[in-house]
């Protein structure tokens, strides 16, 4: 079975900071992997997707995250954040072949300072 | 595209009652739907997945006589919580699964979410 690590809880940052979040996955096989946004009060919506090919991976809104093999890693950056990125990220993963059901992380709340 | 409606947002109901949560993907068919819990300020809880045309796949420690799922067709899935009690109150989330994708390269949509709460 998968299992994904988000190990900051809650970031806080100011407008125009540069934005890193964690994220690292186990699992054996070739996986799918994905980040989430979630605005407060608002549906989870998918931020990016990586399946295979460049590693580095550009999504919507300015982010984008880049997949380290060797290090289970999938980290999910911004060079400048703004204030209405404020919201709960969510990294996630399944098995690329076979069982496609998500394992997400549990979460980062972050906080833009305006 | 791909858009996952729930219906209804928010209900309240009495205990003992049961209650029905639509989902329905609005511009691509799913064979596949998946129920999520969320507690609040915690991460997604995958509750079961759901196949059209056949049985829901519960994961462990969900009771399936409780959480009714029925997928019947390519674009709505049900979940009933019946004899609903206060401990069931919570966000359920759905998801959905194009089937355009290739296999290995699915994406879920999800839904708006529906907050339950049991009085």
């Known amino acids: 079975a998968q299992s994904v690590s988000q190990h900051n809880h809650h970031v806080i940052l100011s407008e125009a900071a540069s934005l890193e979040l964690g994220c690292n996955y186990s699992?054996?096989?070739?996986?799918?992997l994905f980040w989430y946004v979630q605005y407060p009060g608002q549906h989870l919506q998918l931020l990016l997707k990586?399946?295979?090919?460049?590693?580095l991976v550009k999504g919507i809104k300015g982010f984008e995250a880049e997949f380290i093999k060797s290090k289970f890693s999938f980290n999910l950056r911004k060079p400048s954040v703004q204030w209405s990125d404020t919201a709960e990220y969510f990294c996630?993963?399944?098995?690329?072949?076979?069982?496609?059901?998500?394992?997400f992380g549990t979460g980062t709340r972050l906080t833009i300072i305006p | 595209g791909a858009v996952v409606s729930q219906h209804p947002s928010r209900v309240i109901c009495k205990s003992g009652t049961s209650v029905k949560i639509e989902c329905r993907s609005l511009?691509?068919?799913?064979?596949?739907m998946f129920w999520y819990r969320q507690f609040p300020k915690q991460s997604l809880m995958l509750m079961a997945t759901?196949?059209?045309?056949?049985?829901?796949?519960?994961e462990q420690g969900v009771e399936k006589d409780k959480f009714l799922i029925n997928h019947a067709s390519l674009t709505l899935s049900t979940l009933t919580v019946t004899s609903a009690h206060p401990e069931d109150s919570s966000f359920y989330i759905c998801?959905?699964?194009?089937?355009?994708?290739?296999?290995?390269?699915?994406?879920?949509?999800f839904g708006p979410g529906t907050r339950l709460l049991v009085l």
């Open positions: 996630a993963v399944n098995a690329r072949f076979g069982n496609e059901k998500l394992t």
């Open positions: 990586y399946f295979s090919g460049d590693p």
């Open positions: 699992y054996g096989g070739t996986v799918n």
């Open positions: 759901s196949n059209e045309g056949s049985k829901a796949t519960y």
């Open positions: 998801s959905a699964r194009d089937r355009a994708f290739r296999q290995g390269q699915e994406t879920q949509y």
């Open positions: 511009d691509f068919q799913a064979t596949t």
